[in-house]
């Protein structure tokens, strides 16, 4: 065993179970990274408070860790930002931002002020150096109103059958940072 042989990979999320903070799920490894919290709030409104939860975590985790590619999925805003600070200093780390979603000015009209901020913070985001892609069509075009073209449109769904041909590269480590929602 050991890195030589496999990638490691592990899903960086709000700890939303009982237990240690690191479990194995099918075949996953969660790290909860920060207490777990609603994710959305009245109104059917996202937490900000349980994003930067999650950012801080994410931040903390990756400053004692060793990795080389980091997958963030959008809407996580600010663990992208927690990802590029985290990532300083350290040599050939690769990031790739996923967009499930670009709100644009969208945010404004959902949120009125705090969506002014949020525009802002999704605009930093469409522009860190980062492979960017999109799940589909109209999210790229989205993105390419924030001033950022993926180039790379990736369905939404896993080729099972194109991943079991890939042989994993030695001693390569991936993280991937995304909140996931209970069922």
């Known amino acids: 065993g050991g890195a030589d042989e496999k990638a490691i990979r592990e899903t960086l999320v709000p700890?939303?179970?009982?237990?240690?903070?690191?479990?194995?799920?099918?075949?996953?490894?969660?790290?909860?990274?920060?207490?777990?919290?609603?994710?959305?709030?009245?109104?059917?409104?996202r937490s900000v408070l349980q994003s930067l939860r999650?950012?801080?975590?994410?931040?903390?985790?990756?400053?004692?860790?060793?990795y080389d590619v980091v997958d963030c999925q959008v809407p996580a805003h600010p663990a992208v930002l927690a990802v590029r600070l985290a990532s300083r200093g350290k040599r050939n780390v690769k990031q790739v931002i996923t967009w499930h979603e670009a709100w644009g000015d969208h945010l404004i009209t959902e949120y009125g002020l705090a969506g002014r901020v949020g525009r802002f913070v999704e605009r930093v985001v469409a522009r860190t150096p980062a492979r960017h892609l999109s799940v589909s069509s109209s999210t790229e075009a989205e993105l390419a109103s924030l001033g950022t073209v993926s180039g790379r449109v990736v369905e939404a769904g896993v080729d099972l059958t194109a991943i079991d041909v890939v042989v994993p590269r030695p001693e390569a480590d991936v993280l991937h940072v995304g909140r996931l929602v209970p069922s």
């Open 15 to 45: 700890r939303m179970w009982q237990g240690p903070p690191i479990v194995e799920r099918e075949g996953v490894l969660l790290c909860g990274v920060c207490p777990g919290g609603d994710l959305y709030r009245r109104a059917g409104r």
């Open 54 to 66: 999650h950012a801080v975590g994410v931040y903390r985790t990756l400053r004692r860790v060793g």
